[in-house]
C-alpha cells in the first residue's frame, strides 16, 4: 500500500508528457485524469506542466556533459547554454513533491523524449551519488505516477515482462534516485481493436483511484468491475 498524503498538505506536482501522438494519445488522457483526480483529492497541490514533445531537451551531448566534467577553464557558450538546460530541469524535478509521468511504449522502451529529459535529471550530487558501499538515491521522499500506455501486452507474461522496457526503466532508474513510491497506471493492448482498448482504459482509471489516494483500500479488479 503507497504512502498517503494528508488531505490538507501544500504540495507541488510535476505533470510531465511525451507521447507525439496530441490529442489522441493515451497516456497524455491518462495523465490528465490523474492530475485531475489529484487535484480533488489534494487540493492544496500547485501543478507545473512539461511537455516534453514541445519542449524537447536535446540529445545528452559532450557539452552537456562539458561543465560537469571541467574539461576546460572556461566553458563554450554551448557547454552553458546545455548546463542551464539540465539545471533548470532538474531544479523542477528536484522542487517537486509528485511527478505524474506520461510514458508510452514506442519500440519497447519510453520516448526518445522522456529520455532525454531523464538524461538531464540524471546528475552526480543531485539525484544519485556514489559512496564506498554503492550508488545511492538523492531524490527520496517523491512519489512518482507512471500513466503507461501500450499496444499490447506484456504484464501477464514472463516472456512480456522481459521484452517491455519502458515500465521496468522507470522502476529502476526513478529508484536510483532514491524513490521508492513509484505508482503505475496501465493501459495495455490499446491496438488489439476496440474492446480491447475500452477495457485497458477502465483498467487504468481503476489504477487512477488507487493510485491518487481516491479508493486506496479497493483492488483494481473491484475497480475496474
Ligand atoms: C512510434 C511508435 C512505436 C510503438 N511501439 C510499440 C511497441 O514497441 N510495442 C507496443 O506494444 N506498442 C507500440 N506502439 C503502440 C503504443 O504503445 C500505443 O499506441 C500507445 O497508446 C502509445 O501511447 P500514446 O498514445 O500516449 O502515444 C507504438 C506506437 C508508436 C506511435
Redesign the pocket.
Known amino acids: 500500500m503507497p504512502a498517503l498524503f494528508k488531505k490538507d498538505t501544500i504540495m507541488k506536482l510535476l505533470h510531465v508528457d511525451s507521447?507525439?501522438?496530441g490529442a489522441?494519445?493515451?497516456?497524455?488522457q491518462l495523465t490528465a485524469e490523474i492530475v485531475a483526480d489529484w487535484r480533488k483529492n489534494h487540493p492544496h497541490t500547485s501543478v507545473e506542466y512539461l511537455d516534453l514533445a514541445v519542449d524537447t531537451p536535446n540529445h545528452f551531448s559532450a557539452d552537456a556533459l562539458g561543465i560537469k566534467v571541467g574539461v576546460q577553464a572556461e566553458p563554450t557558450e554551448a557547454q552553458r547554454r546545455e548546463n542551464e538546460v539540465s539545471e533548470r530541469l532538474v531544479a523542477q524535478f528536484l522542487a517537486a513533491d509528485v511527478i505524474v509521468v506520461?510514458a508510452?511504449?514506442?519500440?519497447?522502451t519510453v520516448p526518445t523524449q522522456l529520455k532525454a529529459w531523464i538524461d538531464r535529471l540524471a546528475q552526480v550530487g543531485r539525484t544519485f551519488k556514489y559512496t564506498d558501499k554503492g550508488p545511492v538515491g538523492l531524490a527520496g521522499g517523491k512519489t512518482v505516477i507512471v500513466a503507461s500506455?501500450?499496444?499490447?501486452v506484456y504484464s501477464t507474461s514472463e516472456g512480456g515482462q522481459a521484452m517491455e522496457h519502458q515500465e521496468s526503466f522507470l522502476k529502476v532508474i526513478f529508484g536510483f534516485f532514491g524513490i521508492t513510491d513509484v505508482r503505475f497506471v496501465r493501459a495495455e493492448g490499446?491496438?488489439m481493436g476496440d474492446a480491447a482498448k475500452a477495457a485497458a482504459l477502465g483498467a487504468a482509471r481503476a489504477d487512477i483511484a488507487v493510485a491518487t489516494g481516491r479508493a486506496a483500500n479497493q483492488d483494481r479488479a473491484t475497480l475496474a468491475a
Open positions: 507521447s507525439v501522438l489522441n494519445s493515451v497516456s497524455r506520461g508510452p511504449l514506442y519500440n519497447f500506455s501500450r499496444g499490447g490499446v491496438a
